[in-house]
C-alpha cells in the first residue's frame, strides 16, 4: 500500500459546482497533512494545512478523520482559475519528512 | 514569507556530462532541504533529504554516487546529477522548511521553483 494515494481524475465540474477530493494515509503515527495545488509545470505551492478540528478558508475546507486515516479536500463555488492538480501531503510518522501523493487533477469548466 | 531560488531553471545537456542545480534559501535558514524528481503526470518523488554539515538521507532506490548531494552552508544546497543520461530527464524541485515562520508554521514546505532537466 502505498504511504499516500489520491485519485488521479481528473475531476470535471462547471464553474460554480461544489468538488471534494480525499486522500488516504498509510502510517497512523503522522502528524502533519497539507493540501498543496500545482499548476502545470510549475511548483507546488500550499493550498492549506489540515488541522484535527478542520479549517476552512473562504471557499476551502479541509478535514482530517483520523480513524480512517484520511483527508478531504471541498472546494465551493469552483472558479475557472481553480483547475490544477491537488497534492496531498502527509508527513512520515514520527518524521518531519513529507510524502506526496500523485495528486487530483481539477478541470474547472465554463 | 519564505522564499527559495532554484537554478537553473531550465538544462540541456548531452548524455555523460553533470549538472548541478542549487537550492538558496533567501531569508531563512533551512537545516534541512528536501530533493525531489517529478516525471510528467506523477507525483513528486522525494529523493533525499539534505543536511547542512551532514551527509544527505537517500530514499530507497535512489544512486547516491549519482546524484550528489551538498549542503555546506545554512542557506545552500546543491544537487549534482553525475553522468546524466535520457533517462534521468525530469523536473527536479527542491524545498525548505523555515522553522522560523511565523505566517506558515514549522512544517509547511516552501519550494523552488524547479528545474527541468533534459539530456540529449
Known amino acids: 500500500r502505498k504511504e499516500v494515494e489520491q485519485d488521479p481524475g481528473p475531476f470535471n465540474v462547471p464553474e460554480g459546482a461544489t468538488v471534494a477530493f480525499n486522500c488516504t494515509y498509510s502510517?497512523?503515527?503522522?502528524?502533519?497533512f497539507f493540501w498543496y495545488r500545482q499548476d502545470c509545470r510549475k511548483e507546488p505551492k500550499l493550498l492549506m494545512s489540515?488541522?484535527?478540528s478542520g479549517n476552512e478558508d473562504g471557499r476551502f475546507t479541509a478535514q482530517l478523520n483520523r480513524a480512517s486515516q484520511y483527508i478531504s479536500l471541498l472546494i465551493r463555488d469552483s472558479k475557472l482559475s481553480d483547475s490544477a492538480t491537488y497534492l496531498c501531503?502527509?508527513?512520515?510518522?514520527?518524521?518531519?519528512?513529507?510524502?506526496f501523493g500523485r495528486g487530483t487533477s481539477l478541470i474547472v469548466h465554463p | 514569507g519564505a522564499v527559495v531560488s532554484q537554478h537553473p531553471s531550465r538544462v540541456i545537456c548531452k548524455s555523460g556530462t553533470s549538472v548541478k542545480i542549487e537550492c538558496r534559501s533567501l531569508?531563512?535558514?533551512?537545516?534541512?532541504m528536501f530533493w525531489y524528481r517529478q516525471f510528467p503526470k506523477q507525483s513528486l518523488m522525494l529523493m533525499a533529504t539534505?543536511?547542512?554539515?551532514?551527509?544527505?538521507?537517500?530514499e530507497q532506490g535512489v544512486e547516491k554516487d549519482k546524484f550528489l548531494i551538498n549542503h555546506a552552508s545554512l542557506t545552500l544546497s546543491t544537487l549534482t546529477v553525475t553522468s546524466a543520461h535520457p533517462e534521468d530527464s525530469s523536473f527536479y524541485i527542491c524545498?525548505?522548511?523555515?522553522?522560523?515562520?511565523?505566517?506558515?508554521?514549522?512544517?509547511?514546505?516552501?519550494f523552488g521553483a524547479g528545474s527541468r532537466l533534459t539530456v540529449l
Open positions: 524545498s525548505a522548511r523555515d522553522l522560523g515562520g511565523q505566517s506558515s508554521g514549522a512544517n509547511v514546505l516552501t
Open positions: 502510517n497512523s503515527a503522522s502528524q502533519s
Open positions: 489540515v488541522y484535527s
Open positions: 501531503v502527509v508527513n512520515r510518522g514520527g518524521s518531519y519528512i513529507p510524502t
Open positions: 531569508d531563512f535558514q533551512a537545516t534541512t
Open positions: 539534505s543536511n547542512e554539515g551532514s551527509k544527505a538521507t537517500y
